[in-house]
């Protein structure tokens, strides 16, 4: 059996200790160009143990998968999300408490991921024989108050779940999504719940019971989603904390393999004399590199952000062979479209792209930028990127700005920091010491148009520039950031991140912990300029990672595979009304 199956096999503590010790004791004996594939083969980031059942029909839509709490048995389907799975968990327990006749109202949950209904503790006999009944076979059920208690008879909160996993069992989404069910007992004329919600705990006995949509009950939806529960009034007043505002999304992307693009770009170096090879770095094949990361990246959006209310994508007129550019949710921008007649085209200057974003026609107000390297890691909430009252947070990195004045051989992202320290130091009298994390960047439309009107000199230059110049501005990735704050707009926020090089050979041990764990809200796969021997390894380390994380396709692919129902079970047909949503973090060992 090879090393790395050994290795993928072995708990989590085993293979830690013995990654750590090839890391630090092998690997830098060997020769530097080699150090990245050995890594990547030791290294397995490959599919996960699982226990296929025996050959029933059963077997063709479920397989056993362990996970941090043991086998359990999942059923398989390619397309399932979080949200989505969360959303077939509650539906299940009102339908079936409403076929029992048990009365219930829908509370929102503490928790992101989980949903919540109240139950009256008279009825709580009842509806335990119920859940038991419900999660015979494949459901899983937890006593979560008091906890470690195993009595399910005297629970104050049980939560249920049904486990799906991916058709390879790399995620499996369990008692992270699952429903929870409160009893709530009567008490000196009130209602009192068993534990605290974002709401109240304690309601009048005659509060009106109203519906609501699922958005009344926490972020973690689709805006679109006009799906209503039973709940009490009070239960549909939104807490000074909830944001309100649509938040759209905009990725960039290019196809570098593309011949005619490619044609574009060898006819635009050839009329842009200033291009040298000191500054290669505004031009290599590296930064035009596509090696599917926006099928990931969108993914990573649509299983851990479902509150998104609008996706564009703004290409050269290039349009990724996989999508499904006939999703609703999903639009397509030409560079022609934002650059009009201003600026250069064709352009391959991410920076000059970035002067013209704001220009998006139906773009919100509030949105998140992001490249196509950039992931979200696990299921989060708006209020990471942006304040309920509307501030965009911004998140500095350790990482400084060259204090030295701007140099002809300075690297394209430290001329563009220096100009933008240039511009903050003459508007505001302040020295910009920071870099930015390579995260989604939170943004604002009025934001960015006041900097073009503000600088209009700088932001123009930029725009008209091919490629990268020593004289850009780096409008979206730094220079808003700090404008903002220093405008009374923008809060430094807090991000669990992380940011590798795929060249580094240190870094397949980082995303064997990442896969393992899942603790990070968002990170960045950066390739670098490498030669191709090394960018054969990146390419293959992002094949066997990225599939691993995220699983589940997102909607907008082409090629998703229908996802697998089970037929034996008339319960699990309950359809999802979400709309599909993304992954959680219930790691598999």
């Not at 092998?26 to 530097?32: A, C, D, G, I, W």
């Not at 490249?371 to 890691?377: A, K, R, S, Y």
């Not at 009298?429 to 148009?449: A, E, Q, Y």
């Amino acid at each position: 059996m090879p090393l790395r199956r050994i290795l993928r096999m072995a708990p989590w503590q085993v293979r830690s200790r013995i990654l750590a010790g090839v890391q630090r004791r092998v690997l830098p004996r060997v020769s530097e160009d080699q150090r990245l594939g050995m890594a990547r083969r030791i290294v397995s980031l490959s599919h996960p143990p699982r226990l296929p059942l025996m050959r029933t029909a059963e077997a063709a839509v479920t397989m056993r998968v362990r996970t941090g709490r043991g086998w359990v048995t999942a059923r398989r389907d390619p397309a399932a999300s979080p949200a989505g799975v969360r959303r077939d968990n509650l539906d299940r327990v009102v339908a079936a408490l409403d076929e029992a006749g048990i009365d219930w109202f829908r509370i929102p949950a503490k928790s992101l991921r989980t949903t919540a209904v109240a139950v009256l503790v008279t009825d709580r006999a009842a509806t335990i024989r119920l859940l038991e009944a419900l999660t015979t076979g494949t459901g899983l059920m937890d006593v979560v108050k008091p906890r470690k208690a195993k009595n399910r008879k005297t629970a104050e909160v049980l939560r249920v779940c049904w486990p799906v996993t991916d058709p390879n069992g790399s995620l499996v989404l369990a008692t992270d999504v699952g429903c929870e069910i409160e009893f709530w007992a009567e008490r000196d004329g009130v209602l009192a719940g068993p534990r605290p919600n974002p709401i109240a705990d304690v309601i009048a006995l005659d509060e009106p019971v109203v519906h609501a949509s699922e958005s009344a009950f926490g972020p973690f939806s689709s805006p679109h989603d006009v799906s209503a529960y039973r709940t009490k009034q009070i239960f549909t007043m939104p807490g000074p904390d909830r944001i309100a505002f649509p938040i759209d999304v905009v990725y960039t992307w290019v196809d570098g393999s593309d011949p005619s693009w490619q044609a574009r770009k060898a006819a635009a170096q050839g009329t842009n004399a200033w291009l040298d090879t000191g500054s290669r770095l505004a031009h290599n094949s590296a930064r035009y590199t596509s090696r599917d990361e926006l099928r990931y990246s969108l993914r990573s959006l649509h299983c851990f952000a479902p509150w998104v209310n609008h996706i564009y994508l703004v290409t050269d007129d290039q349009v990724p062979d996989w999508l499904d550019t006939a999703q609703p949710g999903l639009t397509l921008v030409s560079h022609r479209e934002i650059f009009g007649d201003t600026g250069r085209l064709p352009t391959f200057n991410s920076q000059a792209i970035e002067s013209r974003l704001h220009r998006i026609p139906g773009l919100s107000e509030h949105f998140l930028y992001l490249n196509d390297d950039v992931f979200l890691g696990r299921p989060l909430s708006p209020d990471l990127f942006f304040t309920p009252g509307g501030l965009t947070r911004f998140f500095p990195s350790s990482a400084q700005v060259d204090s030295a004045p701007r140099r002809p051989d300075d690297p394209p992202a430290d001329s563009a920091g220096k100009n933008n320290r240039e511009l903050i130091r003459t508007a505001f009298g302040r020295v910009l010491t920071r870099k930015m994390m390579h995260t989604p960047h939170p943004s604002r439309l009025s934001i960015i148009t006041e900097i073009e009107q503000r600088f209009t000199e700088y932001v123009t230059a930029t725009a008209g520039h091919q490629f990268r110049h020593p004289e850009d501005i780096a409008l979206l990735s730094s220079l808003q950031q700090y404008y903002a704050y220093l405008t009374g707009r923008a809060a430094p926020g807090t991000v669990a991140y992380m940011y590798a090089d795929l060249a580094n050979p240190a870094t397949p041990f980082k995303l064997a912990r990442l896969l393992r764990h899942r603790d990070l809200d968002t990170f960045c796969l950066n390739d670098t300029d490498s030669d191709e021997a090394v960018a054969v390894e990146q390419a293959a380390l992002l094949g066997e990672f990225l599939p691993a994380y995220l699983p589940f396709a997102s909607p907008y692919e082409r090629d998703a595979g229908p996802p697998v129902r089970p037929q034996a079970d008339r319960r699990a047909e309950i359809p999802s009304q979400s709309g599909g949503q993304a992954p959680t973090n219930t790691p598999v060992a």
